[in-house]
């Protein structure tokens, strides 16, 4: 059927997000549909959608979408909740509805879909799904985002994931280290290990983490590439830590780590059922910086979190100031149907701006700050990304984006000096 029709792909979310549109837009290819990168060229639009913070910035889109192209067949996907499905057909009825666990049945939906027939497959179904070995058209050709599991250990009150995606799936070690393993066969050089929680993974098998024996397996394949550990939920992080700094310090790992600090009060993170202390935090912090000097290190903030006073987000701010990560995802609380959070007594809107605010200042001094240490740095970077005009963007073994100009190509790995820091880039040159 698919004889060509011209199809478009809008992804919103998270690497796991981006892994499902990759598979979406290679079934369909294998299926003689053709996925074209701009709107205006397609017939038909999938809205990979995510939800974790609110249904707004999808909402925006489909009704840009609608005005402008009112004859455009819509398939909306994703990590969509009740409330989403209501709010997009209210906006055009006729779609068809295809939810994160379905991604596989996304060629009949489309059928379905350009036959005017609207469908919606919603829900897990009986046997779980590993969405991984599967065709893919990556969004870059040197990245292999390799989900380990779908779902979540956890229960954290603010958190709709976990009600999307459910409990926690791990995919069998054999797939992933086959699909690693197809990857660097296919030509990528990086491979970024996603999920919810990755330090949970394998703990739905025997109640054990495997994490490290996973990363220890994809280290032994053959080939020159580079490993990106995704984020985790620092209770399950600290039982690994010593493992895991062993593993970081194999050639072939980024020196980076992904790990979500939510708040920096206890009570806080006690409501926000977190599982861990803001001590236990800075001490796992702590323990990566002492054995890998200069790791990079990421984490995210919620602020405005139900019963959240001005002392507890000052506490916040401290263990900003404390632990310096490179880098921050502020998100501000939204109350999100069906979590504990959602009904608990809310902030008002205007407080959770400011304190947003007031975060992102200080955090945008203490990036520039860590990027200190890097002034006058030479070594080596691949070189993963286009940048903007005649620039290239490349990573150095610790994840620091280093920006360059030059005659070079995706995959290449260059030696260069850096001749100027920001808060977000290294600026360097070719040595
Ligand atoms: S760890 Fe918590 S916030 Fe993260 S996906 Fe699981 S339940 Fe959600």
């Known amino acids: 059927m698919g004889k060509m029709t011209k199809i478009n792909i809008q992804t919103f979310g998270c690497s796991s997000n981006i892994s499902d549109s990759e598979a979406m837009a290679g079934l369909l290819r294998d299926a003689e549909f053709e996925i074209v990168n701009n709107l205006e060229d397609s017939y038909i639009v999938i809205i990979n959608s995510c939800t974790v913070k609110g249904n707004s910035n999808i909402i925006r889109n489909m009704r840009r979408i609608v005005k402008n192209h009112p004859y455009k067949k819509i398939v909306l996907a994703g990590c969509i909740t009740p409330d989403l499905i209501s709010d997009a057909k209210n906006i055009k009825e006729s779609i068809s509805v295809i939810d994160t666990h379905n991604i596989k049945n996304i060629v009949s939906a489309v059928e379905e879909t350009l036959n005017d027939n609207y469908i919606d497959i919603l829900g897990k179904q009986d046997i779980e799904e590993k969405k991984i070995n599967l ?176 002392e507890q987000f000052r506490d916040s701010l401290n263990t900003i100031d404390k632990i310096k990560p490179d880098a921050l995802n502020r998100s501000r609380f939204q109350p999100r149907p069906g979590t504990a959070a959602a009904s608990m007594e809310q902030i008002q809107g205007g407080v959770i701006k400011d304190r947003s605010r007031e975060i992102t200042s200080r955090f945008d001094w203490i990036a520039f700050d860590c990027n200190r240490k890097w002034k006058k740095w030479t070594g080596n970077i691949i070189i993963d990304e286009k940048g903007k005009d005649e620039t290239w963007i490349g990573r150095n073994a610790y994840y620091k984006p280093v920006i360059i100009e030059g005659d070079v190509k995706l995959g290449d790995v260059v030696k260069v000096s850096v001749k100027q820091i920001t808060k977000h880039y290294l600026m360097a040159e070719i040595v």
């Open 135 to 310: 065709p893919k058209i990556r969004k870059n050709p040197l990245i292999s985002i390799i989900p380990i599991s779908s779902g979540c250990m956890s229960s954290c009150s603010y958190c709709s994931v976990r009600l999307i995606k459910g409990k926690l799936f791990s995919y069998p070690m054999e797939s992933i280290v086959e699909e690693a393993r197809q990857s660097i066969k296919q030509g990528c050089r990086e491979l970024w290990i996603t999920s919810q929680d990755t330090a949970a993974y394998g703990m739905d098998m025997d109640g054990k983490q495997h994490l490290p024996e996973l990363l220890r397996k994809l280290l032994d394949i053959e080939g020159n590439f580079m490993i990106r550990l995704g984020m985790g939920n620092p209770k399950h992080f600290i039982t690994i830590a010593d493992e895991l700094i062993e593993i970081l310090k194999n050639r072939k790992m980024f020196k980076f780590m992904h790990i979500p600090l939510q708040s920096g009060n206890d009570d806080i993170l006690k409501t926000m059922n977190r599982g861990y202390t803001v001590k236990e935090f800075i001490n796992l912090i702590d323990k990566f910086r002492s054995a890998i000097p200069n790791i990079t290190i990421s984490t995210d903030i919620i602020c405005g979190f139900p019963g959240e006073t001005d």
